[in-house]
């Protein structure tokens, strides 16, 4: 019972708890078969309904357990009046969750045990093709509240580090699960491939002690002239459709690469995490690393949130968002940049933890800025404790988190950078992104905004663990008053230029003026496809005067045919030989 109090957030002593796991097997050439079974416990005193389905969906081979948890609109549990009634809210979740995560609109058969005739009507249930079969029955929920039938792979790319990947596979070797597939691709681009014969030795080494598989990659056509962030993209394209391919239970894949160690609990974050990203369409991905997440700001390690900027570094990937959405469209360069545009996330979250369950200790690399690595990552907190009880997993969900976030930034104190060390209680900072640099050299915070929801980023007072301090961006933050939201003017215009004309330019053949507070508004990749073809696609991070902008000439090979968006501040004058750029233009 302390579990289910833990999960739903609640100080409720006593009530009754209601679990649906959904279980689900496919073949490729036989009929879906899908089981729920809703379990029940029960104390004396009132009774209180939570429905709990985290729900795991496979387009191919697989078996998954979903649990959903339904809170309602006062952050509270829902009380039902009877056990009956309670049989039938149940029922009628478990079959609106199922419609959400299905694709098909064929009526099913369902069968109903004696018990549950009386409170459920006798019309056909529509959750897809399959057929559903329902029974209740008194259950030990502490032992079954994190089970999973998720088949994980932890997938590990290498490319001629033997050092450093010996040091990960011994930190695996402390903390794999006995569940999970572990992989290690070995590059084979020439510039990897060199060291593969020492590589496969460690790997050996470990197998007597963890089995893993290598894989060996063809590093695809290789072009001598190729840079090192499109030599890792194509790693990893290869690696992970090798992984799906060859391995047809894997229902999702733990990426991680040659320079990391992880937590003790490393496989139980992700064994938590996971269902409730299956169960909410709003959350894509999980990751053990929090970009903000330095040992002067993380410190509670059962804590759990919400950035829609991708982390990567030892993040989950379902095979359904590869094989349905990734996959074709993947690129030849920056891939982590390109997951953090806005036309591939679909305004989609991350689940992060405060205290991250990796630690990346890989100096040197194809892409590593040593004054970055030094200043951020090697400060990062990691955990160091097993087991953790994850607090307030509830609060994860989309409806709950909004109105959580709305709360808090509601009853936090409006302050500067200057007044935060002297103000007490929850403290709000409203910036613009061209003054984010200096607040965060500040706090000591990662230079642009990462480990950010809807353009709010919330970090613990370093003198007071018990206290925030949010961060809100002006023009994007939606949780803010009116009075301190920044839009754009009514004559707003954005203006696709010509290839090397400048803003003020373009603007100007539209009897317009170039508006430097607007650039923000048309740094996206969403606004860069509705002026631009974007052929390859798009991705950010890329410094520049002349950004957002698509790289229209083939003089600049590296980005010919991208959208580019930018972390750094634009100018109306700026302009480049290579590049087309989207202006904002106002009267």
């Not at 959400?100 to 058969?109: A, D, F, H, M, Q």
């Not at 894509?284 to 410190?299: E, K, P, Q, T």
């Not at 940049?337 to 369950?357: H, T």
């Not at 009116?482 to 090397?500: C, G, N, T, V």
């Amino acid at each position: 019972m302390r579990s289910i109090q833990r999960l739903v957030s609640t100080s409720t002593t006593s009530g009754f708890f209601r679990f649906v796991t959904l279980s689900r097997t496919r073949t490729r050439k036989s009929a879906s078969v899908l089981v729920i079974r809703i379990r029940s416990m029960r104390k004396l005193d009132s009774k209180i309904l939570l429905l709990v389905v985290l729900g795991v969906w496979a387009a191919s081979v697989m078996m998954a357990t979903v649990w959903l948890s339904e809170v309602d609109h006062t952050h509270g549990v829902k009380h039902s009046a009877s056990r009956t009634q309670s049989k039938a809210e149940s029922l009628a979740r478990a079959t609106a969750a199922l419609n959400r995560l299905n694709t098909e609109s064929v009526p099913l058969k369902v069968t109903l045990q004696p018990d549950f005739k009386e409170a459920v009507d006798s019309s056909p249930l529509k959750v897809g093709h399959e057929e559903i079969r329902i029974s209740a029955e008194e259950e030990n929920v502490d032992e079954f509240l994190f089970e999973s039938k998720e088949v994980f792979a932890v997938l590990i790319l290498a490319c001629n580090r033997p050092q450093y990947l010996e040091r990960t596979l011994h930190s695996m070797s402390q903390v794999w699960d006995k569940k999970s597939k572990v992989l290690v691709s070995l590059d084979q681009n020439p510039k990897c491939a060199a060291g593969t014969k020492q590589l496969e030795e460690i790997i050996a080494r470990y197998s007597v002690k963890i089995p893993i598989s290598s894989i060996r990659n063809s590093g695809g056509n290789f072009v001598p002239t190729a840079l090192p962030p499109q030599l890792v993209a194509s790693h990893y394209k290869n690696a992970i459709k090798s992984v799906f391919s060859s391995y047809e239970d894997i229902t999702g894949i733990i990426i991680c690469e040659d320079d990391m160690e992880f937590s003790p609990d490393f496989f139980d974050y992700f064994r938590t995490a996971v269902p409730i990203m299956r169960a909410d369409p709003s959350i894509w991905c999980v990751s053990s690393w929090n970009d903000l997440g330095s040992i002067d700001y993380a410190r509670d390690n059962s804590r759990l949130f919400r950035s829609d900027f991708f982390p990567g570094l030892g993040w989950f990937l379902s095979r359904e968002l590869w094989e349905l959405e990734l996959e074709e469209i993947w690129p030849d360069n920056h891939w982590d940049w390109f997951m953090r545009g806005d036309v591939v996330s679909k305004q989609r979250d991350c689940i992060v933890p405060e205290v991250s369950r990796n630690r990346n200790f890989g100096a040197f690399g194809a892409t590593v800025d040593q004054a970055f690595f030094d200043k951020h990552i090697s400060k990062a907190a990691f955990n160091t404790q097993h087991p953790v009880q994850f607090q307030n997993l509830s609060m994860l969900f989309s409806d709950s988190y909004e109105k959580e976030l709305i709360r808090l930034v509601e009853s936090s104190k409006l302050v500067n950078i200057n007044e935060i060390y002297q103000t007490a209680g929850n403290l709000l900072i409203v910036y613009r992104v061209e003054e984010y640099r200096r607040i965060a050299e500040s706090l000591g915070l990662i230079e642009h905004p990462r480990s950010i929801h809807k353009g709010l980023i919330i970090v613990r007072k370093q003198n007071s663990p018990d206290e925030w301090i949010l961060l809100a961006d002006a023009r994007k933050c939606p949780y803010l008053p009116d009075h301190l939201k920044i839009r754009p003017q009514p004559s707003f215009q954005m203006i696709a230029s010509r290839e090397a004309e400048s803003c003020h330019d373009a603007c100007s053949t539209k009897h317009l003026r170039c508006s430097p507070d607007h650039f923000d508004f048309v740094n996206s990749c969403s606004k860069l496809s509705a002026h631009f073809p974007c052929k390859k696609g798009c991705f950010g991070g890329v410094v520049g005067e002349d950004l957002p902008a698509y790289a229209s000439s083939a003089a600049k090979p590296e980005f010919y045919q991208y959208c580019l968006t930018t972390t750094e501040q634009s100018t109306c004058e700026a302009l480049y030989f290579a590049t087309s750029r989207l202006c904002p233009c106002i009267e």
